[in-house]
């Protein structure tokens, strides 16, 4: 078989469309190894690693191949500092159930007391009580002075009650960032395996196809401004028919004025609307009325039509969908 990427005629592989991390179902064998592997490390984790979906498959339980469900918790607090105290870092971990636990990160500080003599204020966790022995005498070693006795040690043990510190509904101030541009590689293969599929064999020749391809691995900067493409967090006309409150992932194919356009719409975060194939492509197949499909990424149950019925029946009330086309020579 011919692949999608390299055109080679290689071995194929099962290929997800929709990433099987954000629970698609549909698959196609027209990719190769090599290229399934540059793909899945390269374009679709940055849309399945992307904060707003890993919020969805946490939500929806979507472990996807590290069988590990994400929890966008972890991430978002993953710098977090205490709100009563920013200069105390937080160590926030999964636990397990969808939650998080959160502990205070080791932290030291250097003081001098009344009488000017300089110690070190160490802080850690209370549930680490063993660790104030090991810490201690580590900063013993360093400053040769004799490691502590097994009397000392009781001592130190039986005092420590009294050094904890309690807060009261502690506050976190976390700091995480929003990928604005990277997952649009995702949206973009995940468009042109569709035209792959939905179109003649022939489509893999065209000059689109060749942009689009570029494309896909291109600087995240060269995929925002290309007027392929318009793609966008949130959900595009008439993709919205679909509904705030359903999480589906949608795609349909579809001609308007000799352009080929497909749009696409990822739980309901993501969208957009990619013109394919141009009219010197000559690569739509006659007669092609469109395609639709929709997976439901809970139950993996999918919906796939030759027929745009689905589409004008829901979209009814929209307008066409027509991307922006910019002006050259201006
Ligand atoms: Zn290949």
Redo the contacts with the bound molecule.
């Keep these: 078989m011919r692949?999608?990427?390299?055109?080679?005629e290689?071995p194929g592989s099962e290929e997800h469309v929709f990433p099987l991390a954000i629970g698609g179902t549909i698959v196609t064998d027209r990719?190769?190894?090599?290229?399934?592997d540059q793909l899945g490390s390269q374009v679709d984790s940055c849309l399945t690693d992307h904060l707003l979906c890993k919020v969805k498959r946490a939500g929806l339980g979507l472990a996807g191949n590290a069988r590990r469900t994400p929890n966008p918790l972890v991430e978002m607090l993953a710098k977090a500092v205490l709100a009563e105290d920013p200069t105390k870092r937080m160590e926030v971990r999964d636990n397990g159930r969808g939650g998080i636990t959160v502990k205070h990160a080791y932290h030291e500080a250097v003081q001098t007391d009344d009488q000017g003599n300089t110690f070190k204020m160490v802080t850690i966790d209370a549930s680490r009580p063993n660790d104030v022995l090991k810490i201690l005498d580590r900063h013993r070693k360093r400053s040769n002075i004799p490691l502590l006795t097994d009397a000392e040690k009781t001592d130190i043990l039986a005092r420590l009650p009294d050094a904890i510190k309690t807060i009261e509904q502690p506050g976190l101030i976390g700091q995480f960032t929003v990928d604005l541009q990277e997952f649009q590689r995702g949206i973009v293969k995940i468009a042109y395996e569709l035209a792959c599929m939905w179109l003649d064999d022939t489509y893999l020749d065209s000059a689109t196809a060749a942009e689009i391809r570029n494309l896909i691995f291109a600087p995240a900067e060269d995929i925002v401004k290309h007027d392929l493409t318009n793609i966008q967090i949130g959900v595009l006309r008439p993709l919205q028919a679909w509904g705030e409150t359903s999480l589906d992932h949608v795609a349909y194919g579809f001609v308007e004025k000799g352009v080929t356009i497909i749009a696409v719409r990822v739980f309901d975060v993501f969208s957009a609307a990619m013109a394919v194939a141009m009219p010197g492509d000559g690569t739509v197949p006659k007669p092609w009325r469109g395609s639709f499909l929709s997976i439901n990424p809970a139950t993996g149950s999918t919906c796939q039509s030759n027929w745009p019925e689905a589409i004008e029946t829901r979209t009814r009330r929209h307008r066409p969908l027509v991307p922006q086309r910019k002006r050259k020579g201006r």
């Design positions: 692949c999608y990427f390299c055109l080679q290689r990719v190769c190894k090599p290229c399934n």
